[in-house]
């Protein structure tokens, strides 16, 4: 979504990492190492984030170190939406994998803003109390979350059948898949 948003993967990289990290001072040997990204890249999007007012640099030890200026117009709002944004189905998909062992998990409904029986499907074993802990107390969303889990037998059976529901889930474009760890033959 961000990268949509502002079309330069460097520079979602940098404003995550100036934004969530407004205290801290990086130079850009160093931006580059942690953000696996090109030195001009990291170069070119530190100068046009300067240009634009939302990071400030200085001179230490004979490197050029870049900060975040607190003071920027936007800072709280682009702080928001990188935070919004980060929050979104990665992590979502990180702590619904440490719940148990996920072989697949897809975003339906609620999550791609599209009408749909189910807003999850999980595929594989789960600690189904934490889940339902985590999707009901701790995600901010306008409506309960519907989720369907089903076992890597019934998963793989009913894909073989070409069943209805599991086909619309797997093959909608709309819907996001962000764990396969399954071979998916059909």
């Keep these: 979504m961000l990268k949509r948003l502002f079309t330069s993967t460097t520079r979602v990289k940098l404003l995550t990492i100036f934004l969530l990290n407004p205290e801290q001072e990086f130079f850009i040997r160093e931006l580059t190492r942690e953000l696996d990204e090109q030195i001009n890249s990291v170069r070119r999007e530190l100068d046009n984030l300067k240009k634009l007012g939302l990071l400030k640099s200085r001179d230490k030890n004979?490197?050029?170190?870049?900060?975040?200026?607190?003071?920027?117009?936007?800072?709280?709002?682009l702080k928001t939406i990188i935070v919004k944004g980060l929050s979104n189905k990665e992590e979502i998909t990180k702590r619904i994998s440490n719940f148990g062992n996920i072989s697949v998990l897809i975003?339906?409904?609620?999550?791609?803003?599209?009408?749909?029986?189910?807003?999850?499907?999980?595929?594989?074993?789960?600690?189904?109390?934490?889940?339902?802990?985590?999707?009901?107390?701790?995600?901010?969303?306008?409506?309960p979350i519907r989720f369907s889990i089903m076992t890597k037998d019934d998963y793989t059976y009913r894909r073989k059948c070409k069943d209805k529901f599991l086909s619309d889930l797997v093959d909608s474009p709309e819907n996001l898949i962000t764990i396969n760890n399954l071979i998916d033959e059909n």
């Excluded at 999850?120 to 009901?136: F, P, Q, R, T």
């Design 62 to 77: 004979r490197k050029k170190y870049y900060y975040v200026n607190k003071n920027f117009l936007l800072f709280n709002e």
């Design 107 to 143: 975003f339906s409904g609620i999550f791609v803003n599209k009408d749909s029986l189910i807003d999850l499907l999980i595929v594989g074993e789960i600690d189904k109390s934490k889940l339902e802990d985590y999707l009901n107390n701790e995600l901010d969303t306008s409506r």
